[in-house]
């Protein structure tokens, strides 16, 4: 089992930043490639980010190339979404998942989810 804790979000206005923490406990965390996922009212999930077991490899949703960055620390079992430029159409709730490899379609775990509110 491995538990996922998200943390950072907020109010920010647009063109403003913001850093969103996931940190993960319990069996081996390191072992899961990671993804960050946002869901906006009224639509459906969406993928924003993903990043290996090591961290060599990184992938982003078209729309958030170029603003977002996604990197982890496995010493501190912690994955984290930098965010900058932010938009009002980056206003959702943001979710980290686990899975087992980089390319798995299978997601064994998801945190509870922080909210993110860009104004205009």
């Known amino acids: 089992q491995v538990q996922l804790v998200e943390s950072g979000g907020g109010l920010v206005q647009a063109g403003g930043s913001l850093r969103l923490s996931c940190a993960a406990s319990?069996?081996?965390?390191?072992?899961?490639?990671m993804s960050w996922f946002r869901q906006a009212p009224g639509k459906e999930r969406e993928f924003v980010a993903a990043?290996?077991?090591?961290?060599?490899?990184?992938r982003y949703a078209d729309s958030v190339k170029g603003r977002f960055t996604i990197s982890r620390d496995n010493a501190k079992n912690t994955v984290i979404l930098q965010m900058n430029n932010l938009k009002p159409v980056d206003t959702a709730v943001y979710y980290c998942?686990?899975?087992?490899?980089?390319?798995?379609?299978?997601?064994?775990?998801w945190g509870q989810g922080t909210q993110v509110t860009v104004s205009s």
């Open positions: 319990g069996q081996s965390p390191s072992n899961y490639a």
């Open positions: 998942a686990a899975r087992p490899y980089f390319y798995s379609s299978r997601y064994d775990y």
């Open positions: 990043i290996s077991r090591s961290g060599s490899n990184t």
